[in-house]
């Protein structure tokens, strides 16, 4: 069994945020499939702007129709939220 589905945030606006993250793969009926989060807090900037995961659902699984994860127009469903970390006040001054 090879490949998977891999999801990666990228940071394009200026400046830098820190932030956790999750992601979840939704089937065609709404339910949650797998839910992954971000360990820690994670720092978005000009030398990190990207952060994510590269198996978070098998290929295979999402190709399967049997599983029903894929909704009639082969639209896989993921739904983010993104927290960012607020500033502590030595770093707004």
């Known amino acids: 069994d090879t ?3 891999s999801f990666y945030l990228n940071h394009r606006s200026r400046g830098s945020t820190t932030a956790t993250f999750e992601a979840k793969i939704i089937n065609k009926y709404g339910d949650t499939l797998e839910t992954r989060r971000s360990s820690n807090d994670r720092i978005f900037d000009s030398t990190s702007s990207n952060s ?3 198996d978070i659902v098998k290929l295979s699984d999402v190709l399967d129709k049997t599983k029903e994860i894929l909704d009639s127009n082969g639209t896989l469903t993921v739904v983010v ?3 960012p970390t607020p500033l502590s006040l030595s770093e707004v001054e």
């Open 52 to 54: 994510g995961w590269t």
């Open 3 to 5: 490949g998977h589905v």
């Open 81 to 83: 939220s993104i927290m």
